[in-house]
């Protein structure tokens, strides 16, 4: 079955705590992003990948880092948990050239991080 | 600044009947705008696109209309079922390579 595997789907964490939220798809896509989701503001980009080793920042990129070394995988990394990062996450995949046109996004199920 | 705007952010409709969700965008460099559905504790998934060439696209139940020069569009579902309760996401791309522009949702009840 084509698809976007998050894990964790749940986690709670304390601030300073470093975590990674990995993300994985089986697709051959190229492209890759992380979105987080909160209440009000709908989906915002936190970083892309148009393909292996290429990365570049959405529009909330401040205290995220990700990596792209092999195409199917993409982790969110979060060096020092704040409370302001508390949301939900969703990792989605698209076709080369991302999502323009026709390219639609494939999304993980979600992964919801509380930083306390 | 939010370049896609859903100012609705609920609406309650009875089964049958036409829901109509409404999407106002800024940005005239967008040029393909898409609807997402999202349940509970699942990821959005792909439901109708439009691109900024065309005014109406249609599949199915489903009908995407496009008013280029009011920056507006608008997603209607006829006729309204129960498992169309979800909320519902317009997003926007074409302006900036790699990005997709999204809304801040609108929560769709569909009632008996």
């Known amino acids: 079955e084509a698809q976007v595997t998050q894990n964790p789907r749940y986690l709670i964490t304390v601030t300073g705590k470093k975590l990674t939220v990995t993300c994985s798809q089986n697709?051959?896509?190229?492209?890759m992003s992380w979105y987080r989701q909160d209440p009000g503001l709908g989906l915002r980009q936190i970083y892309y990948?148009?393909?292996?080793?290429?990365?570049d920042k959405g529009d909330v990129p401040e205290g995220y880092k990700v990596s792209r070394k092999e195409k199917r995988n993409f982790p969110l990394i979060l060096e020092s948990p704040s409370p302001n990062q508390t949301s939900l996450y969703f990792c989605a995949s698209s076709l080369a050239g991302g999502p323009s046109g026709a390219n639609v996004l494939t999304f993980g199920a979600g992964s919801r991080l509380t930083v306390l | 600044d939010q370049q896609v705007k859903q100012n609705s952010p609920s609406l309650s409709v009875q089964e049958g009947r036409i829901s109509i969700l409404n999407c106002d965008y800024t940005?005239?460099?967008?040029?393909?705008f898409l609807w997402y559905k999202k349940y509970p504790a699942e990821g959005p998934t792909f439901l109708i696109s439009?691109?900024?060439?065309?005014d109406k696209n249609e599949d199915g139940r489903f009908t995407v209309f496009l008013n280029k020069s009011a920056k507006h569009l608008s997603l209607h579902i006829v006729p309204s079922q129960p498992g169309d309760s979800a909320v519902y996401f317009c997003?926007?791309?074409?302006?900036?390579?790699?990005?997709?522009?999204f809304g801040a949702g609108t929560q769709v009840v569909v009632t008996p």
């Open positions: 439009i691109s900024s060439i065309k």
């Open positions: 697709m051959n896509h190229e492209y």
């Open positions: 990948s148009m393909n292996v080793e290429v990365t």
């Open positions: 997003a926007a791309s074409g302006w900036s390579w790699g990005k997709l522009q």
């Open positions: 940005n005239s460099m967008f040029d393909y």
